[in-house]
Structure formats: C-alpha cells, structure tokens
C-alpha cells in the first residue's frame, strides 16, 4: 500500500452490488501500511495530530474502530493470520523500541519480539 498525502474518504474500487461506496472517516491523515483480514480493512497510519493510529475498517457495517490505541506503537507492517490476530511489526514509542507484536482476536497484545533485526516471518515460524 503506497502512502497518500491525505484520507479523508476511503472509496471501494468494486464490490458484489456493484454499487460503490465510500465511508467518510477523518481519524488518518496519512496511510503507513494496510492488509484485509475476514473481509475488513486493517490500516495503519498518522492522526492529524501526528500519532500513530491501527485501526479495523468493516465495509460491510461502514464501522472503524481503534485496535489499539492511537500512539503505542509505530506500525511498519502487518500481517494478519487466519486464527483472527494480527502480527505488527513496529516501534514502540513508549521507548523506542523495535518489536513484534500479536494482537489476538479480543485484542490481547503480546510482544513475541523485541529484537531489531527480527521480521515478521520470524514471528510467525514460532507458532
């Protein structure tokens, strides 16, 4: 996913219905990463105020919601798994650390990694 200037309208380029929509949601000014997990959106990027924002986007019930909250964690990537969690590699900003992330189904998360030289296909060759 590249990065916009700007999201201030997410637009579906197709759907079943053929009858696309848009869901106006103001909460990133910037896009960083994204990945679709059970027929949601998963974006990662910048709120207006410049913190660090992962949230869940369900077009079917045009609803967003924070994963976690706004300004824990610089999110590089995201790779979601089938069992419903997410693995996010990023930055901690609390201090600055680099990690790997599991944010389970419930939103339980669960530092796997904490080493600057791990990836998240390391994560997932754990499990």
Do not use: W
Not at 45 to 51: D, L
Not at 112 to 123: A, P, R, Y
Request: glycine letters at 6%; aromatic letters at 4%.
């Amino acid at each position: 996913m590249d990065s916009f200037d700007s999201v201030s309208f997410l637009h579906e380029v197709a759907n079943p219905s053929s009858t696309p929509r848009s869901i106006d949601y103001t909460g990133l000014e910037s896009l960083a990463a994204g990945a679709v997990q059970n027929d949601t959106l998963i974006l990662s990027g910048y709120t207006a105020s410049g913190s660090p924002s992962l949230i869940r986007l369900n077009p079917s019930t045009d609803t967003v919601e924070n994963i976690i909250p706004p300004g824990l964690i610089e999110v590089l990537s995201i790779n979601p798994s089938p069992d419903g969690s997410l693995y996010v590699q990023g930055i901690l900003l609390e201090d600055r650390t680099s990690c790997l992330m599991k944010i389970d189904s419930d939103g339980n998360r669960t530092i796997l990694l904490d080493d600057l030289n791990s990836t998240i296909d390391d994560v997932v060759n754990l499990e």
